[in-house]
Each structure stands twice: as structure tokens, then as C-alpha cells.
């Protein structure tokens, strides 16, 4: 059989034309002014933050996301052991990076490791630790991207604990993702985490670990 091809009349053409001109007409500036961080559009909508660290813990405690407050590399070390005394023995998945080297350090002394250059996390990992690449205080969000050790580090465990500096705090996500195109060009993918992996779908009873980690834990630094 030969191919059938279906051609719009030019009747239907002129009348997309048209409303797609009306359109433009109606909002002309809509395509020609993109929302970004700081912009009057976004002020117009959301209130200032006067205190994005404050801003950041409280959305964090509603979203069910653990933050533990450090104030250097060694208070994380311990802030790190403290996480890990309360998840079952097994592997840890750690992204393989020099700002991790010093809680590697300490965590090898007592735990399994495998770094994240030796390859994707087991399904039987009991925890990931990651960097990030910011921190959202308007949601309490999770700037991450496969450079986090892998897609995996954030899927897979039961435990993800995140490691960050509280320099690396943000207004909201516009400012986060403008971070992207600089810091992660050659990342396959980027995502925010909002607190733990939940669900509620069925008769209301929130289940957590429905398609990811139970636990979400920051490590905040400074």
C-alpha cells in the first residue's frame, strides 16, 4: 500500500495564522521576556527572604528532610558517623570528589566504602553520600545533577545523605538553575530533591521510600 499523506488546506493554515497573530497582539512581551532570578515577576509573586538559612531550615523540617547544622570538617566527620550508627550495616556509596575526601577519610576507618569512580551504586547499598550543587530556601530543595555521584546516588538507597556548605544557599529556584549552565554543562540530567521520597495516593497514609530514599539528611557546613 502507498503511503497516505494528509495536507492542511490553506484555509486551516490562515486560520491558525490568524489566532496565533491575535495571540501574539494580546501579550507581546510574553515571548520575549523570560522570568529569571530577581526578576520583577518573580518579586511581584514572592515575598523577600530576609533570612534564607532560617528560610531553608524551616522548609526542610516540613518537608521531612534531616538537616544536621556543622560549623566545620571535623563536626561533619561527626555529624556523619552519628547518621550512619543508625543505618544498617552495609556498603556506602560516596561521590567520588576531593571536597568528600576528608568524611572518606574518617568513614573508611568503620564502614565499607565504594567510591562512585568504581561504578553505579549495588541495590543493597544502605546509603549515598553526595555534594550538591545548591540549596533552595524558598521550598527547601536540593540542586543535584548526575555529577553527584551518578544518577543513582539519589535513587537507589535508603539513605541519602547530602554534604554542603551554607554559602551555597539560594533565594529560590530561578537563582539555583542559573547556576547550571556554569557549573554542570556535561550533566545527562538535573533535578531537585524536595525532602524525602513520599506518597499518600493510597487512602491518605503517607508511605515514605515510595520510589527512592526514605531518608534525605543535609550535612550543612559553615
Given at each position: 500500500m502507498g503511503t497516505v499523506k494528509t495536507v492542511a488546506s490553506p484555509a486551516v493554515n490562515a486560520a491558525r495564522e490568524n489566532i496565533l497573530t491575535r495571540i501574539?497582539?494580546?501579550n507581546p512581551d510574553s515571548r520575549t521576556r523570560p522570568v529569571s532570578a530577581g526578576s520583577d515577576a518573580l518579586d511581584a509573586i514572592f515575598p523577600a527572604i530576609p533570612n534564607q538559612r532560617q528560610r531553608f531550615l524551616?522548609?526542610?523540617?516540613?518537608?521531612l528532610t534531616e538537616v544536621f547544622v556543622t560549623?566545620?570538617?571535623a563536626h561533619s566527620a561527626d555529624a556523619l558517623a552519628l547518621i550512619l550508627s543508625t543505618v544498617p550495616a552495609g556498603e556506602v556509596y560516596v561521590q567520588h570528589d576531593p571536597a568528600l575526601q576528608p568524611l572518606i577519610s574518617v568513614l573508611k576507618e568503620?564502614?565499607?566504602?565504594?567510591l562512585s569512580s568504581e561504578g553505579a551504586p549495588a541495590e543493597s547499598?544502605?546509603?549515598t553520600v553526595t555534594l550538591a550543587h545548591g540549596f533552595v530556601a524558598q521550598t527547601g530543595s536540593i540542586l543535584m545533577s548526575s555529577a553527584c555521584g551518578g544518577r543513582g546516588a539519589s535513587i537507589v538507597p535508603p539513605c541519602h545523605i547530602v554534604y554542603g556548605r551554607g554559602e551555597q544557599i539560594v533565594a529560590d529556584i530561578a537563582a539555583a538553575l542559573a547556576r547550571v549552565a556554569?557549573?554542570?554543562?556535561?550533566?545527562?540530567?538535573?533535578?531537585?530533591?524536595?525532602g524525602s521520597s513520599r506518597t499518600a495516593d493510597i487512602e491518605k497514609i503517607l508511605v515514605q521510600g515510595a520510589h527512592g530514599p526514605r531518608r534525605l539528611v543535609v550535612i550543612l557546613e559553615g
Open positions: 501574539a497582539k494580546a524551616d522548609e526542610c523540617a516540613g518537608n560549623t566545620d570538617a568503620w564502614r565499607t566504602v565504594k547499598i544502605q546509603a556554569d557549573a554542570i554543562p556535561d550533566a545527562s540530567y538535573v533535578g531537585l530533591i524536595t
